[in-house]
């Protein structure tokens, strides 16, 4: 498109200084020619990479997830096959259950036993309200005993013996009304002990019953997306243990990013919505058509890691670092009845982004995007 532009330029050149002379072809006009040509090349130029950005770097980013088992095992199954689809639930491989199992079961045994130990409070309660009831009326009585024994003996009708022995009782009845009442607390503690509407010990068992189960399923190892899984290189009779660096194989995911660098310069115009067209080198001849998501605002020279130590300044004899660029993120947009082509991930290739600004211009970019998806075709090496 730039190269027409500058043709019909040369073509008016042409017209109004050789064909129909009116004004003189001389080294005056010659160089005035010139010089327009160059200014309205790089006015041209400087104003499409500002209205209409383009980048020469943009990546296909897909997310990869490490699938590291949560529990520790023999595998004893691996149901898939590397580098085929895969729908999120799906089983990747299983793990030898039998010890998870087996706790379930333990588990289950001793929640019953809590259970019922529980049910049997109820009844240790009234039999030992009924004991501190017992051991009151035994204390009255021999309260009675104890005053009746004294009045007799002021009075000479009895003896100091029966005085001191009904003394005697009085203590050991209050000293059994008070291990009644103790037993009688001691239960209506552990009964007023609950979380939620369970008894401690019964929630105890329980929760640990829920853990022993969640270990159970998680000897079956599902895909955590749709995806494909690549590395697969476990096989039955591998011991798996839960360690982020020994992972048992790498599951891409199918959800995608798509990120378009640019300059720190270009992206004054640039805003969420504007429309946007990509040229991938795995799509010769193809545009994918997107719109801009967002912009990163943020690079790593942006950034100072956390440390102890004061920062150096940049030293005067040395240049300095290039400036990162900032990256777009763009989404694919499929067209009234058409479905987006595959796109595999780390494809990387071209595209140019279409503000709302000087939109006749857009189709000098328009050309040029399209020109270099068609020598995406092309394949420069020479071996």
Do not use: C
């Amino acid at each position: 498109m730039l190269e027409i532009i500058l043709g019909g330029y040369a073509f008016l050149v042409w017209l109004v200084f050789i064909k129909l002379k009116l004004f003189p072809w001389n080294i005056q006009s010659q160089v005035g020619s010139v010089a327009g040509a160059i200014v309205l090349a790089a006015s041209i130029i400087f104003t499409i990479n500002v209205v209409t950005p383009s980048s020469s770097d943009v990546r296909v980013i897909n997310f990869v997830a490490e699938i590291v088992p949560r529990v520790q095992g023999i595998v004893t199954r691996v149901a898939i096959e590397g580098n085929t689809l895969i729908k999120k639930g799906d089983v990747l491989l299983e793990i030898d259950n039998t010890p998870y199992r087996l706790k379930v079961k333990e588990l289950e045994a001793k929640l019953a036993e809590a259970t019922a130990s529980a049910r049997t409070l109820w009844q240790d309660l009234d039999s030992a309200k009924s004991s501190s009831i017992a051991a009151q009326a035994h204390l009255d009585l021999m309260k009675k005993r104890y005053a009746e024994s004294s009045e007799l003996a002021k009075l000479g009708a009895g003896n100091q013996y029966d005085v001191e022995s009904f003394g005697t009782e009085v203590k050991k009845a209050e000293a059994a009304l008070s291990n009644a009442k103790t037993a009688e607390v001691k239960v209506q503690t552990k009964l007023e002990g609950v979380v939620g509407p369970d008894m401690a010990s019964v929630a105890q068992v329980k929760a640990q019953l829920e853990s022993a189960r969640y270990d159970l399923e998680s000897t079956v190892i599902r895909a955590p997306a749709d995806g494909i899984a690549i590395n697969v290189m476990v096989r039955p009779g591998n011991y798996l243990v839960s360690m982020p660096f020994r992972p048992a194989m790498s599951f891409v995911e199918h959800e995608q990013r798509i990120l378009a660098f640019f300059d720190q310069n270009e992206l004054r115009y640039v805003k969420p919505g504007d429309k946007a067209e990509i040229a991938l080198q795995t799509l010769p001849g193809e545009l994918l058509f997107a719109k801009v998501d967002s912009i990163v605002w943020a690079n790593g020279q942006g950034q100072i890691a956390q440390s102890g130590v004061v920062p150096n300044a940049p030293m005067e004899v040395v240049r300095a670092p290039l400036a990162q660029k900032y990256a777009v993120k763009l989404i694919p947009v499929a067209k009234d009845g058409e479905v987006l082509p595959f796109i595999p991930m780390g494809a990387r290739g071209g595209g140019a982004i279409y503000t709302d600004k000087m939109a006749p211009l857009h189709l000098l970019r328009m050309v040029m995007i399209r020109g270099q998806a068609i020598l995406n075709y092309l394949v420069l090496k020479l071996h």
